[in-house]
């Protein structure tokens, strides 16, 4: 019998601690494109309970989150991570065993045009968000103690900008951002170590390449390309497309960060990336060519043969970045995670999703979203 028992622990210690560990999580920025998708990941897959924090701002949008609102598993809370008395609050009232830090500004078009609204976000909504970790922590007794972590989700364009023969970006590559939203980014990034470093806060920190996937704000390339094309509009590129980005499928994203949460070691970085380059122009002709074969051009009353007869080249941003390329062999050995849609399941899964699902689109082009903000539970204690 004793033997019994040691091995039924010893198969509880083998097993990845996401198979067996629920626990209570808050997720900042949660009706955002990634954070949406984590939190119906965290719940769905994973069984976890969520406090689902978000500002509303324009890009937060809680139809992104309205299958789960019967979860109860699920509550929501409106709330912006400066104000450092809601966040005390919310901490006080639902007592999580882990913070998921999402809420950033992250357009890089806007950081260019508005540089501040990234710095007030970015760097001192993660330093009241530290502080306000950091002073939850201290006060919880030893044992949830040990459970606790800060996980902060940041991004590749911190290490700047690669050659078309460089190697990818390790978690070992120097810092180099190029753009107010990557500069701000970077900056937060290096609070979160500080943090761990300085005060003995329990943090992760991954780092990950561009996402795309369902729910993603029609201001990003994908959804541009999608939208743009099916309405019959011209699809801009800018420069010559010649930008190679990795791109990763936002689902396995979220199964990389609950594995980074669970398992991954304390103070760690872990990279995160598709396995997926691609340059701009490629890409956007590829969507095009999907979109073809699902929904031609002239059965919608469009008088194209191809709807990639609708790009037009536009003048390139200032500071564009030429390549990002991720390596992710830490995450991979470490934590046996790899992605599980190549590039063209994904962007077939993409389209199909955009197409199937105009109502939500519909609402964010129209501006009528941002009337529908009341309808989810906003109660830190449920």
């Known amino acids: 019998m004793e033997n019994l028992i040691l091995y039924i622990l010893y198969l509880l210690i083998s097993l990845p601690s996401s198979v067996w560990l629920a626990v209570k999580i808050l997720v900042t920025g949660a009706a955002g494109f990634i954070g949406s998708n984590l939190v119906r990941h965290l719940i769905q897959d994973r069984d976890h309970e969520v406090l689902a924090v978000d500002k509303l701002t324009y890009a937060g949008n809680t139809a992104s989150l309205a299958d789960l609102e019967s979860s109860p598993k699920f509550s929501f809370l409106q709330a912006d991570i400066c104000d450092s008395a809601a966040m005390q609050q919310a901490f006080a009232e639902f007592q999580p065993d882990a913070i998921m830090h999402l809420a950033a500004e992250s357009h890089v078009d806007r950081s260019i045009d508005g540089p501040e609204a990234f710095i007030q976000t970015n760097i001192m909504g993660t330093y009241h968000l530290l502080e306000c970790s950091r002073q939850y922590y201290e006060a919880l007794p030893e044992d949830q103690r040990s459970i606790f972590r800060f996980h902060h989700i940041s991004t590749d364009e911190v290490y700047g900008s690669l050659g078309p023969d460089?190697?990818?970006?390790?978690?070992?590559?120097?810092?180099?951002p190029h753009s107010p939203y990557s500069a701000s980014k970077a900056a937060s990034d290096h609070l979160v170590r500080a943090w761990h470093d300085t005060y003995g806060l329990p943090i992760v920190l991954t780092n990950c390449s561009n996402n795309y996937g369902p729910y993603q704000f029609p201001e990003k390339l994908i959804p541009i390309v999608i939208?743009?094309?099916?309405?019959?509009?011209a699809i801009p590129v800018y420069g010559k497309g010649e930008n190679i980005r990795d791109w990763l499928y936002v689902t396995d994203h979220a199964r990389a960060l609950e594995q980074v949460l669970t398992r991954g070691t304390i103070g760690q970085t872990y990279n995160i990336g598709g396995d997926n380059e691609q340059r701009n122009i490629d890409l956007v002709k590829m969507i095009c060519q999907l979109l073809d074969e699902t929904r031609p051009a002239k059965d919608h009353g469009l008088?194209?043969?191809?709807?990639?007869?609708?790009i037009t080249f536009v003048t390139d941003r200032p500071g564009h970045d030429m390549r990002y390329a991720?390596?992710?062999?830490?995450?991979?050995?470490?934590?046996?995670?790899?992605?599980?849609?190549?590039?063209?399941s994904g962007f077939r899964k993409?389209?199909?999703?955009?197409l199937e699902n105009e109502t939500w689109w519909q609402s964010i082009l129209s501006g009528d979203y941002q009337l529908n903000r009341q309808g989810l539970s906003s109660d830190a204690g449920e």
């Open 227 to 233: 939208l743009k094309a099916i309405r019959g509009d």
């Open 350 to 354: 993409t389209i199909q999703w955009y």
């Open 303 to 310: 008088e194209i043969d191809s709807y990639a007869d609708l």
């Open 326 to 344: 991720i390596d992710a062999n830490k995450i991979k050995t470490e934590l046996d995670w790899q992605p599980q849609e190549d590039f063209s």
């Open 166 to 176: 460089d190697a990818a970006f390790s978690e070992t590559t120097p810092y180099d």
